[in-house]
């Protein structure tokens, strides 16, 4: 399939408010990509087809990650949303034809991030937050952040701090693979 054919039938499954988001991933991708020197037309596709399974409502999410022998963890059991990440980069292969590994793995991570990210699971994991349809308390901050600062972990971790703080006045919960990311980082910060 090509990214032309990928976009229209993505379009085709999702509501108009959320292919307008994933275009602005998939271009928020490639500039950070560019940046970054990482492969910009996988960080595009990434970008493209990362919420790709936001097609399904909350309620439907377990059942398809069951389809799909998908481990669903407590966090995900109280809050299914997570799961879409996690049956996108199933559903990448099945119906959009992309089997690469590393846009697969960018997709599963790009919800709540992962200990020892790669450079293009770290962009589109940001890509996600910075898109230019976000309008949040902070976007500009973490835009700024960015658009001043040429170190990739360190936009990271202050992306996972924002991410966290913000969960956290929610009084929801944390996923544990958020905590792991930001304390790798800061562990391998510790090593330099």
Do not use: W
């Amino acid at each position: 399939m090509t990214i032309d054919e990928m976009r229209r039938e993505l379009q085709r499954r999702l509501k108009k408010e959320r292919f307008a988001h994933s275009i602005g991933v998939a271009n928020t991708a490639v500039k950070l990509a560019e940046k970054f020197g990482v492969n910009t037309e996988k960080a595009y596709i990434a970008g493209l087809l990362h919420d790709c399974a936001r097609q399904f409502e909350n309620s439907e999410l377990p059942a398809e990650a069951v389809k799909r022998n998908i481990k669903i963890g407590e966090v995900e059991n109280s809050m299914p949303l997570l799961l879409h990440s996690y049956i996108g980069a199933k559903m990448i292969g099945e119906i959009y034809g992309v089997e690469d590994k590393e846009i697969a793995q960018a997709i599963y991570r790009h919800t709540v991030g992962a200990r020892d990210m790669s450079p293009l699971d770290k962009i589109i994991y940001f890509a996600d937050m910075i898109e230019p349809n976000r309008n949040y308390p902070g976007v500009d901050e973490l835009r700024n952040f960015a658009a001043n600062s040429d170190n990739l972990d360190e936009i990271i971790l202050k992306a996972l701090d924002e991410s966290i703080i913000f969960v956290v006045q929610k009084n929801s919960l944390v996923h544990p693979n958020t905590i792991d990311a930001r304390n790798f980082l800061l562990l391998q910060k510790e090593k330099v």
